[in-house]
């Protein structure tokens, strides 16, 4: 059983029991296959189902995850649970564009297309509402139209969706405020690690000012910060890691992490887990969700969430490691 200070208050919703999500949930991106090779099915039910045994309640998918592949999975172990599994899907763009570029808002959310893929993700689920349904990039620039959130809101009417969220383009997280302060979204994705820690700046305190839950992803940095990855490192053709370690990155990022191998010790004794608590470690973070396609994964990182938090003196010693990725997608 999860101990209470797994535990994080993420919503308030009037009439309704609250919402509170263990510390660590599962984004469910690897298991779709497609971007991320070598998966395998059947394990991933059984990481899914380990993680829920160990007390995580919260899975986040999303439409373009291996082409409904990914909701698919998630659906068939959350259905077959007894607990309570909150879930979380994302709304593609139109486009297809990751991150979301100077377009219109008609060329990545229309009110048909946004129904549509709401529509889509849970029959793939097989539920009849959305814990919460996230658009799945972002440009502060639509935070006005009208489009985007009229078919939010009619979904909420028709008892499809609970909560809205919105996923913020990779390394702009002050790329949602305005639309923040606007009063209708209630959780932000965003990247927040040892390498990224930009959300710091702006994004968290509007966050924690408006009582705005956030869901921290990728906090081993796409496997960089885990220490598994070298100079000589290949992945299949069509893995999305060839385009994320491209050029130089490979060795940069391993030279980081022999840095931080002098850093660990009682606090965090693996590169892992010294990634893993500094995600959590931020006030304004609801819950962090790593991918965990294998059961061999489950357990050390359920083990970070015993609140157990990192010392200042060490935050501090994590600082220099950031660098400034704006605009690199």
Partial sequence: MPLATSMALLFVDAGQPDVRLFRIGLAAWGIGGALWQGGDDAEAIRALNQA???????????????GGHSETLVGEVARARKEQIYLASKIPPLNRQWPARNVPLHEAFTYDYIIECTEKSLRH??????????????RDEWAHQAEWLDALMKLREDGKVRFFGISINDYQPANAIEVLRLGYIDTVQVIYNIFEQAPEDKLYPVCQELNIGVLARVP?????????ITPDSTFPPGDFRNLFFKGDR???VYEQCEKLKGLLGTEAATLPELALRFTLHHDAVSTVIPGMRTTKNVAANIACSDGRKLSAELLERLRPFAWDRTGEW
């Fill in 52 to 66: 829920i045994d160990q007390g995580m309640n919260f899975i986040d998918t999303a439409l373009a995850y291996g």
């Fill in 125 to 138: 689920l097989g539920v009849d509402c959305l814990d919460i349904q996230q658009l799945h990039v972002w």
């Fill in 220 to 228: 081993f940095d796409e496997g960089g910060l885990t220490g598994a």
């Fill in 250 to 252: 490979k060795r940069f």
